[in-house]
Each structure stands twice: as structure tokens, then as C-alpha cells.
């Protein structure tokens, strides 16, 4: 069993999650239960997979759940183009979220 706060991706995953939460708390009240609750679950998802699959038994396991923490970054990233269109962040806010979920991506690419 890895201890998974010791991966740098859950790290930055999880750094990731956060900055979705704070940034979604400025969407407009209509939004609570669209694009404020998809952006958070599925930025929270990524860490809580990558965490599961580090308890999980064998190399296997863990890669099956890298790849549904993939699946959720890559739900994250589809979230964010209304965001960036609607503009309910500044660009600056907008294109960092996405550099780091791209950065997300290309971590747990690179893992087993």
C-alpha cells in the first residue's frame, strides 16, 4: 500500500481541487447545482481516485484507477469551456485552472 500523499500528482491534483472550489464559489447562484456542482465533484474525484487505487492490491488496480481519475480531469477540462465562454472567471482565473488540469493529465499519463 503506497501512501498516497506522497505522489506528487495527488498533490497537485488535489492543490487542483481546491482552486476549483474557490473559483466556483464566485458562479453566479443559478449555477449551484449545474456547472458550480459538476466542476466540483469531478475536480475532487481525481485526488479521491488517484488515493483509492494507491490502497488497492497490485499494479493493476492502480492503473484502472488512474484512469477513471484521467476521465474525471478530462470531465473537468470539458467543464471549463462554458466557464471560459459564459466568462463567470477572468481569462487569467480560467487559463490556469486549465494549465493545471493539463498538467493533471499529463502526470497520470506518465504513471503505471
Avoid at 474557490?22 to 485526488?47: D, H, M, N, W, Y
Avoid at 492490491?57 to 484502472?64: C, I, L, P, T, V
Amino acid at each position: 500500500m503506497k501512501d498516497f500523499k506522497t505522489l506528487l500528482v495527488w498533490q497537485k491534483s488535489y492543490q487542483l481541487a481546491l482552486a476549483a472550489y474557490r473559483a466556483t464559489a464566485r458562479f453566479p447562484k443559478e449555477e449551484l447545482f449545474g456547472l458550480t456542482s459538476q466542476i466540483r465533484r469531478a475536480s475532487v474525484s481525481v485526488p479521491a481516485n488517484i488515493a483509492e487505487g494507491c490502497c488497492r492490491d497490485g499494479d493493476a488496480e492502480f492503473a484502472r484507477f488512474l484512469h477513471i481519475a484521467m476521465g474525471s480531469a478530462s470531465e473537468l477540462d470539458c467543464h471549463l469551456l462554458p466557464v471560459r465562454d459564459l466568462q463567470y472567471l477572468s481569462g487569467e482565473t480560467a487559463s490556469a485552472l486549465e494549465r493545471d488540469v493539463s498538467e493533471v493529465k499529463r502526470m497520470l499519463t506518465s504513471l503505471p
